[in-house]
């Protein structure tokens, strides 16, 4: 399983942008599924996930009120909807996901994958 991101960019603070990241492969289901992001020199931590299929989505306290995750699991994609950003959400952005896959014929495993990830920069 393979996830690829795509619409990061250079933004002006007050701008916005919206990710999309598309998990493909022999994907049977995906559970948890989100965004994380990671600054130069900073450890990696969570932007908006949600935890299952089916389950309302958790956000870091920095982004409520103004990033919005959606998904859609018939195509297996999550958004990230960023508005109003700040140069301080400037950071490499990563989609995670976690779920099942076939493995060979009749026989499933567990994945968690990450992806590429997608930079955005917010100048001020």
């Known amino acids: 399983v393979q996830l690829v991101e795509s619409g990061g960019g250079v933004v002006q603070a007050g701008g916005s942008l919206r990710l999309s990241c598309a998990a493909s492969g022999s994907v049977l289901r995906i559970d948890a599924m989100g965004w994380y992001r990671q600054a130069p020199g900073k450890q990696r931590e969570l932007v908006a996930l949600f935890p299952s299929a089916g389950g309302r989505p958790n956000y870091a306290d920095s982004v409520k009120g103004r990033f919005t995750v959606s998904r859609d699991n018939a195509k297996n994609t999550v958004y990230l909807q960023m508005n109003s950003l700040k140069p301080e959400d400037t950071a490499d952005y990563l989609c995670?996901?976690?779920?099942?896959?076939?493995?060979?014929?009749?026989?499933?495993?567990?994945?968690?994958?990450w992806g590429q990830g997608t930079l955005v920069t917010v100048s001020s």
């Open positions: 995670n996901a976690v779920g099942v896959e076939v493995a060979t014929a009749g026989s499933y495993k567990t994945f968690g994958v």
